[in-house]
């Protein structure tokens, strides 16, 4: 794929469609997001190493939750030819299926994307938790 002006937009519109995918529970649009062969490392959560993998994870552990919203701020984008890297900070709320209780959980992500037949894809994430509460 040819890398375009746009890239560092093309690139913030991947990482709020991952939040959008997850948010809505959106299996097939959130693998739209990584490599196949992603390798995604979310420390003590757990590690992945393919789209699939990672998608299947999220969808097992979000399937009894109520609503969740993945914010995303501090977008700081660096293109070199046909790859990127990304660090935004990621503000989340992951609520209970009853609505009342849940978890806060803040931190960033660092992601190296690849440009690929597909767009712009994360092919390697590291997500670091700075701070988390729960919700009661």
């Known amino acids: 794929m040819m890398v375009t002006p746009d890239a ?3 690139i913030a519109e991947v990482l709020v469609r991952y939040a959008t995918a997850i ?3 959106e299996w097939r649009l959130f693998r739209t997001c990584f490599t196949p062969d992603v390798q995604a490392d979310y420390g003590d959560i757990g590690t992945w ?3 699939d993998a990672l998608a299947e994870y999220m969808a097992r552990t979000h399937a009894d939750m109520g609503h969740t919203m993945h914010r995303l701020s501090n977008l700081e984008i660096s293109v070199d030819d046909d790859a990127a890297t990304a ?3 990621v503000d989340v709320i992951l609520m209970s299926a009853d609505g009342q209780t849940g ?4 931190g960033f992500y660092d992601d190296a994307f690849r440009c690929t037949v597909e767009g712009w894809q994360i092919a390697r994430r590291r997500f670091t938790m700075v701070h988390q509460q729960a919700i009661r």
């Open 8 to 10: 560092k937009q093309e």
């Open 23 to 25: 948010d809505r529970r």
């Open 49 to 51: 190493d393919s789209a």
């Open 87 to 89: 660090r935004s900070y």
């Open 103 to 106: 978890l806060n959980a803040v």
